[in-house]
């Protein structure tokens, strides 16, 4: 179990030292009940309640302070904005958590000093809003055992050190599904980030997603970055995201899509449709991406909702319960409950129909468990799974595992790189060789 200092204050002695102390029966609070495993006080509203306390949900609670540290400004980088949307949403839950946001921290030295500051001032958790921060906070939670780190797209775990991430490749899917239904030249284009495994599985479910769908061969150009935004020098005042995007779809590619942490291939999409190009978009991160692109265009976005579990992971802290050793959450029956999904803009010609038919298929998605029918086989590769002496990728009958899917550094066959030819997953990040 963990003792937090933030769970463990003392306040006034009429109450007793049990306040804000996990328990299972009423007599194991001292003036107090047993509330949800804790050990409270019911109230009205804070007034009522004792000093160093706080009325939430109707009960005292001890505050649970939890700094998130990030990489970017929010306002620029999705991705973060999308945990920063995800701790005002945990924090209007749960109602006892102070909670603040640290930006901007590039590197991971930084973030890690920052996060020895907030220590001393007696925050108890720190969430981390980066893939670059996993190693540095790793450390981090072995020298400060009394904060309880939750780590995105961490890949370590211990006592007080939590990785969580979301099974994203599954809204791709759905993502792919509608790029499949709409484009008309069988070609379709998407930019990716970093060639780490969660990368490849979102795109690689993309292009399963789009040949679902039947009908002529689809072929999924992808291109890369090798960085969650381009940090290279503009070439005309333009970004790669912009160059990248116009270049697929001047060569054919009428549906664009990405893992980005911005909207920038909208942005150029839109100027692209201006002058007159015939293709759409797919957003990504937050439920309102697809306001980059003109009207109509955009086909829907991926988008995460890290509300509800942050909330049950501080929830678990603040109770002084067992954490799990890591989480990667998939799709639940209730969209509002599931860290990742897929949404149709109201207004898209089809997209009532569209949504209605991509709901069941969510709903099938919600209903696996582990890696889920997404990776069921058979899947042949591009040539990297055949090269390793697996023939195919995953044989008829099979279905990926969490720890394949963990180490996926191979495309399916369809996927081509910008000159036509089978694409390779670059040699970099987490798919090294």
């Not at 072995?142 to 969580?164: A, D, K, M, W």
């Not at 040539?383 to 099979?398: F, H, L």
């Amino acid at each position: 179990m963990l003792a937090l200092a933030a769970c463990t204050i003392a306040v006034e002695p009429d109450i007793g030292s049990g306040l804000g102390a996990s328990c299972s029966f009423d007599d194991q609070c001292q003036a107090s009940s047993c509330i949800d495993g804790v050990c409270a006080v019911r109230c009205g509203d804070t007034s009522g309640c004792p000093g160093g306390t706080v009325c939430a949900v109707g009960v005292c609670h001890l505050p649970l302070s939890a700094a998130y540290v990030f990489p970017y400004d929010v306002a620029q980088d999705e991705i973060g904005r999308s945990i920063d949307l995800g701790r005002v949403a945990a924090d209007e839950q749960l109602g006892y958590v102070e909670s603040s946001r640290e930006v901007p921290f590039s590197l991971s030295s930084e973030a890690v000093a920052r996060a020895e500051q907030l220590a001393a001032e007696g925050v108890s958790v720190v969430i981390t809003g980066s893939a670059h921060y996993a190693s540095a906070f790793t450390a981090f939670a072995e020298s400060t055992p009394e904060v309880t780190v939750l780590s995105y797209q961490g890949t370590e775990s211990r006592e007080n050190l939590v990785p969580f991430d979301a099974r994203t490749y599954q809204a791709y899917y759905l993502a792919g599904i509608v790029a499949g239904r709409y484009s008309t030249t069988r070609r379709i284009g998407i930019l990716g980030s970093m060639s780490s495994p969660p990368i490849v599985a979102s795109i690689n479910a993309f292009a399963l997603g789009a040949q679902s769908v039947g009908g002529d061969p689809i072929t999924v150009e992808v291109r890369w970055l090798g960085e969650p935004h381009d940090t290279e020098p503009k070439v005309n005042g333009k970004s790669r995201e912009w160059r990248f995007t116009v270049a697929m779809i001047e060569g054919g590619a009428d549906v664009i899509a990405h893992t980005l942490d911005n909207s920038v291939p909208l942005y150029a999409l839109a100027a692209a449709v201006e002058d007159g190009a015939d293709a759409f978009a797919i957003g990504a991160n937050v439920l309102e991406a697809c306001e980059a692109a003109p009207a109509g265009r955009c086909l829907g976005t991926t988008f995460f909702r890290w509300g509800p579990l942050l909330a049950g992971l501080l929830d678990v802290v603040h109770k002084q319960g067992e954490l799990p050793g890591s989480i990667l959450a998939g799709m639940q029956p209730s969209e509002l409950d599931s860290p990742i999904g897929f949404v149709v803009p109201s207004g898209l010609s089809g997209g009532t129909a569209l949504a209605n038919d991509l709901e069941e298929v969510r709903q099938e998605l919600a209903a696996d468990d582990g890696v889920g029918r997404v990776f069921d086989g058979p899947i042949v590769s591009t040539g990297q799974c055949e090269e390793a002496g697996m023939d195919p990728c995953v044989p008829v009958g099979a279905r990926v595992s969490d720890a394949q899917l963990a180490s996926m550094c191979w495309f399916v066959q369809g996927v081509v790189d910008e000159l036509g030819q089978p694409a390779r997953v670059p040699e970099e990040d987490g798919c090294a060789p």
